[in-house]
């Protein structure tokens, strides 16, 4: 009983923050959007109104799509990634990670600089400006981010297939294809669809893409929320409107996280694969369905860094890289770039290290009773569900009063990084710590080491590259984090991302393409620091 109450401890500072900074003031706008709409009747009438239902319609509609396609084109290459040995197996999963390091913002103008008017590639061939706008464009901004995911996730679901097994079904006469079916096959179905189920909940609570590439025709959930609050002035019927979606999507979340678990049980063995690569039909088709993902989102961002040096309209070497940092504008975004990389940094920075700091004692927690898995998991997945829009503006209208007004913003931009972060840091962790030996942590325990002090010296060391992908997941989120931090700064603490869809919003493309490019090679600094001394970062 005093190892539970020591556990229960451990696990009490993420669920207050996460209570604080999300739970609570969620809870208190959506009691007041209840009480604003006048009950019953007044829910009934904001979810009948034609516009929320075709915003309801396009987030089931852009999330299905997105999901659909993401397995499709994901799966295969995460069978490759996760199946067999080959050289670079390890930097091309690292690689993967880079889309978490961007904000949405850069994906769409990658879309918009290959198949928009004067588009790289609609120049060359009139037809593919069909995938330039629309739902054609925003899907393919969706896929662009979410493929690698259920590549990953695919991956690790293979992983932990039992090798024996496989053995076993071969050695009495099995067909490859039933061992495909009876003993590894399932295990890479739960990783895909978990990934499947992950892209509909990111896709569908997509908010750029609609925004800038469609507008109101295709306004998801989010950008409908967003539009009810700041355009139209009526956080009453937006509160409802979140409210809506938090039940509308509770059972794709619940869904995720129960094979997300299944994932990181220690039934499964994770590790290298012990398949060596043979070339043949199948290996081959597996491989270049691979590089052809990897190609894609190279392609993407390639055509961003392109435009930077070859700028639309014309415009010599480095004159959009010029005007990026020209005063004219700084006075035009109301911040300078200089600034606004630095506010990117450091509100990153901040809440990569609250989350790790969090993530750590919830672990151990976790592992020493599995079963409370579940019910934390659902607990850090329910901010993503009320939106990172209603999250900002939750806290916005509960804290920023109590913490001083404007001169509180940065604090509510790091807090609300930490709580979209929180759930895949607790992820990136969980899984490699739940395939670990305990005998290490037993030895030490008998020796008289407290059990969190034989956690800490004995299992965390072993997974610093566990370790080391809570931190890049939070970092990179909160590298990239554009939907609540465009709602909650000003200009004073205006980031990277705001500033981007600052210039996008106002047509001045090349210069957004340069500040896209700084992004991006943030994002390479950021990757070559984290890959040096060939430590392997991996989901």
């Known amino acids: 009983m005093k190892h539970s109450r020591g556990e229960l401890t451990l696990l009490a500072p993420i669920v207050a923050f996460v209570a604080l900074f999300a739970l609570l003031p969620v809870g208190l706008l959506f009691l007041a959007s209840w009480v604003g709409v006048g009950g019953w009747g007044g829910v009934v009438g904001v979810l009948s109104l034609p516009l929320n239902q075709r915003a309801i319609e396009n987030s089931l509609e852009q999330g299905g799509l997105s999901g659909v396609l993401a397995v499709a084109l994901g799966y295969p290459a995460g069978v490759f990634v996760g199946r067999y040995a080959w050289p670079g ?150 509160g409802v409107l979140a409210l809506a979606m938090v039940g509308l999507f509770l059972a794709p979340t619940l869904g995720y996280l129960v094979l997300v678990r299944r994932l990181s049980a220690p039934s499964g063995r994770r590790g290298r694969p012990t398949r060596p690569l043979r070339w043949g039909g199948w290996t081959l088709a597996l491989a270049i369905e691979t590089a052809a993902v990897l190609a894609g989102v190279v392609t993407l961002l390639g055509a961003v860094l392109y435009r930077t040096l070859a700028p639309f309209g014309g415009g010599g070497l480095g004159s959009a890289w010029a005007t990026l940092f020209d005063p004219t504008t700084a006075a035009r975004l109301g911040v300078g770039i200089p600034a606004a ?63 001083g007004g404007e001169g509180s913003i940065w604090a509510l931009v790091i807090v609300s990084q930490a709580v979209l972060a929180l759930p895949f840091a607790l992820q990136s962790l969980g899984i490699p710590l739940a395939g670990l030996s305990t005998s290490a942590r037993e030895a030490a325990e008998s020796l008289g080491a407290p059990r969190f002090s034989a956690f800490l010296d004995a299992d965390l060391p072993r997974v610093r590259d566990g370790l080391i992908t809570a ?60 890959s040096v001394g060939g430590r392997r970062v991996e989901l």
Not at 481 to 497: C, D, H, I, K, Q
């Open 471 to 530: 931190g890049l997941f939070a970092f990179a989120l909160g590298l990239g984090e554009f939907t609540a931090t465009f709602f909650l700064v000003t200009p004073r603490f205006a980031t990277l991302p705001v500033a981007l869809y600052g210039l996008i919003h106002a047509r001045q493309l090349p210069v957004a393409d340069a500040a896209s490019g700084l992004l991006i090679l943030l994002s390479l600094a950021v990757f070559l620091v984290i």
């Open 89 to 238: 197996r390890s930097l091309f999963r690292s690689l993967l990670l880079i889309p978490f390091l961007l904000p949405s913002l850069i994906v769409v103008l990658g879309v918009q600089d290959l198949f928009g008017s004067g588009g790289l590639v609609s120049s060359w061939s009139s037809p593919f400006a069909f995938f330039g706008q629309g739902v054609p464009g925003i899907v393919l901004a969706n896929l662009a981010f979410n493929v690698p995911i259920v590549l990953l996730l695919t991956a690790a679901g293979c992983e932990t297939a039992s090798p024996e097994l496989e053995e076993t079904v071969l050695t009495l006469g099995g067909s490859p294809a039933r061992a495909y079916r009876d003993a590894w096959g399932p295990p890479t179905w739960v990783g895909a669809v978990a990934g499947g189920l992950l892209t509909f909940l990111f896709s569908a609570l997509s908010f750029a893409p609609p925004l800038l590439l469609c507008g109101t025709r295709c306004y998801t959930v989010e950008a409908r929320i967003w539009s009810l609050d700041q355009l139209l002035l009526a956080p009453a019927d937006a």
């Open 341 to 403: 990389t630095v506010n990117t940094l450091l509100f990153a920075l901040a809440a990569a290290g609250i989350t790790v700091v969090l993530a750590v004692p919830a672990t151990f927690a976790v592992l020493q009773r599995p079963g409370r898995s579940s019910g934390l998991g659902f607990l850090l997945f329910v901010p993503l569900l009320f939106s990172p829009i209603v999250l900002a503006l939750s806290l916005a209208t509960f804290w920023r009063p109590l913490l």
